[in-house]
């Protein structure tokens, strides 16, 4: 695959980058989550089975656990009402250590070892843990090497957020950082493209994505915020022929990664 080489942005002083931080220690709930989770290599403690709930998935999050060596804990459903704040357990709550934020160096890492152009997805403030939860989903299955998430006012890794993930926030790598419009100015001297979307941008459909790409989707109301929309390289348009004239942030977000994949891979 050819790949438009970046203009290297001399003038600006390189920042090293370290948001490897974790989130507070939290509960994962639903039975494909909580098997994820004891698959990963993420560090868990203790998981919670509903009292006399038996059937062949919880067989195997079962199953999963005692080959870890996890303790086990069979209790009533009230109980893990209580440990999954109300959510929908299905039956099983698993304690884990805290999700392990990634750096920028690894979301590079990752697609150097696939030998890709980098393909990011930097999410400017969203708000909603399942629309976060839906985009990781779609970002794992269309081979988002990573996603970059500010940490002031948006969302971060909750167990709310790894339960609409059906589990692809084990393996989806999650950067956060303090200042997206930084960020962007880091990956443009690394070589990234980056484009938003705006309803008076480019078709989507002509959309080049041979190069290193970084995707920028907005907040669910507000869009894309005025000095991350100044700083992208380009805009897009999603088409529409209906009477709303707008998209759900998970369904723009897909439609778009869908096109950076179905482009990188012709049949």
């Known amino acids: 695959m050819a790949i438009q080489k970046r203009p290297n942005q001399n003038d600006k002083q ?3 980058m370290n948001q490897s931080e974790f989130t507070e220690d939290e509960m994962v709930y639903g039975r494909n989550p909580v098997l994820e989770t004891l698959q990963s290599e993420r560090d868990v403690n203790k998981l919670f089975v509903q009292d006399g709930l038996t059937d062949n998935k919880l067989t195997k999050v079962v199953n999963e656990a005692k080959k870890r060596k996890v303790q086990l804990s069979f ?8 440990l999954s704040d109300g959510g929908n357990h299905q039956g099983v709550v698993l304690a ?3 999700v392990n934020y990634a750096t920028i160096d690894d979301l590079f890492k990752k697609a150097e070892e696939k030998n890709e152009a980098p393909f990011f997805l930097l999410l400017d403030g969203i708000e909603d843990p399942h629309n976060l939860g839906s985009i990781l989903r779609s970002a794992d299955a269309s081979g988002v090497h990573g996603v970059i998430i500010p940490k002031r006012r948006a969302v971060g890794l909750t167990s709310t957020v790894a339960k609409a993930s059906a589990g692809a926030i084990e393996h989806v790598l999650v950067a956060r950082v303090t200042n997206m419009v930084q960020t962007i100015d880091e990956l443009k001297d690394r070589g990234l493209w980056l484009f938003g979307t705006d309803m008076k941008g480019k078709d989507y459909r002509y959309w080049d ?4 790409v970084g995707l920028v989707i907005g907040n669910e109301g507000k869009g894309i915020s005025r000095l991350v929309k100044e700083k992208v390289d380009e805009t897009l348009s999603i088409p529409m022929v209906g009477n709303v004239q707008s998209l759900n ?3 723009a977000s897909g439609l778009l990664m869908y096109e950076v994949y179905r482009k990188r891979n012709a049949l």
Do not use: N
């Open 249 to 251: 942030a998970g369904v």
């Open 75 to 82: 209790v009533p459903k009230t109980k893990l009402d209580h």
């Open 14 to 16: 390189k920042k090293k």
């Open 96 to 98: 884990s250590s805290p």
């Open 209 to 212: 994505v041979s190069s290193p």
